[in-house]
């Protein structure tokens, strides 16, 4: 659905900023409801509410590398900002407002948690059999890539070719 590029911007940033908000507070309430309890069985042993602290990215992958997963966040929003004017599909407005929230949800946790700042731990809380245990954001950002791979098998591009983008200041 093609729009102005400003609509475009405009629903990234509140699809980001209502995935962190949802985010931050369902990790609010693990902290505070999970932390100290064992595994609440929401769906049997399919589906099971599980606190833990991740020092890694997903699968326990890069425990040892926090601060760099902090700084790959960090290029990872930035980008993200450069190419936000430039959307053209709401589809690509959607993948990358999931993706910011995703991002800035499991960042501030790295940003605010001990063990310190950039090398703070994440609150994942959801636990099904056979996979990680992960968060909301961690879902935004699984969604987002799912629909990123639908969009790009549809040939969708994201932003208009140079020769067709319409004149945007600063861009």
């Not at 729009?3 to 990234?12: C, T």
């Not at 309430?29 to 100290?36: F, G, H, P, Y």
């Not at 595994?39 to 599980?50: A, D, H, N, R, Y």
């Not at 992958?61 to 990872?76: D, E, I, K, M, Y």
């Amino acid at each position: 659905m093609r729009q102005s590029p400003q609509q475009h911007w405009r629903f990234l940033y509140a699809c980001a900023w209502i995935i962190f908000l949802v985010d931050l507070a369902t990790k609010a309430w693990a902290v505070s409801t999970l932390s100290q309890r064992e595994p609440v069985k929401v769906i049997g042993s399919f589906l099971q509410l599980t606190f833990v602290r991740n020092p890694g990215a997903a699968f326990s992958f890069a425990t040892g590398a926090t601060l760099f997963l902090s700084l790959f966040a960090l290029a990872v929003i930035l980008m993200i900002t450069y190419v936000a004017p430039r959307i053209v599909h709401r589809g690509w407005a959607l993948v990358l407002g999931l993706l910011l929230g995703g991002v800035l949800g499991n960042l501030s946790d790295r940003i605010f948690r001990s063990p310190g700042f950039l090398r703070g731990h994440v609150i994942d809380w959801i636990a099904l059999p056979h996979w990680p245990i992960f968060n909301l954001a961690d879902s935004a950002i699984v969604v987002a890539a799912g629909i990123s791979v639908i969009l790009s098998a549809r040939n969708i591009a994201p932003v208009a070719p140079k020769d067709n983008r319409p004149d945007l200041p600063g861009v």
